[in-house]
């Protein structure tokens, strides 16, 4: 089963913008921190943003006033809104799932599967 599943990544060109979203499938007694991660080919793994359960939020500055993150309706959803996309955006973008409470019969970090996402100059 996958635990964490990302959707909404695409082709745009530079100024563009797309919305990410990514859903955890955990029991609702667990608590969850969604996070967002991209990598560029030959590059490592970059934090991108991450929400916190008390919807604290965090942002890498190169993306500061242009990405939003925001739970949605469904527990466990979020989505990442990103405007005035540049092409060093450009991708694998990734959702993480930190998973934990005393009373959560699968705490662990998930990660889901990834979400390409190009921007053309």
């Known amino acids: 089963a996958q635990f964490v599943v990302e959707s909404g990544g695409g082709s745009v060109q530079a100024g563009g913008s797309l919305r990410l979203s990514c859903t955890a499938s955990?029991?609702?007694?667990?608590?969850?921190?969604l996070s967002w991660y991209r990598q560029a080919p030959g590059n490592g793994r970059e934090f991108v943003s991450s929400?916190?359960?008390?919807?604290?939020?965090t942002y890498v500055d190169s993306v500061k006033g242009r990405f939003t993150l925001s739970r949605g309706d469904a527990k466990f959803t979020v989505y990442l809104q990103m405007v005035t996309l540049k092409p060093e955006d450009t991708a694998m973008y990734s959702c993480?799932?930190?998973?934990?409470?005393?009373?959560?019969?699968?705490?662990?970090?998930?990660w889901g599967q990834g979400t390409q996402v190009t921007v053309s100059s």
């Open positions: 993480r799932a930190d998973v934990y409470g005393d009373s959560c019969p699968r705490r662990a970090t998930y």
């Open positions: 955990v029991e609702d007694r667990c608590t969850v921190d």
């Open positions: 929400i916190e359960n008390d919807g604290t939020t």
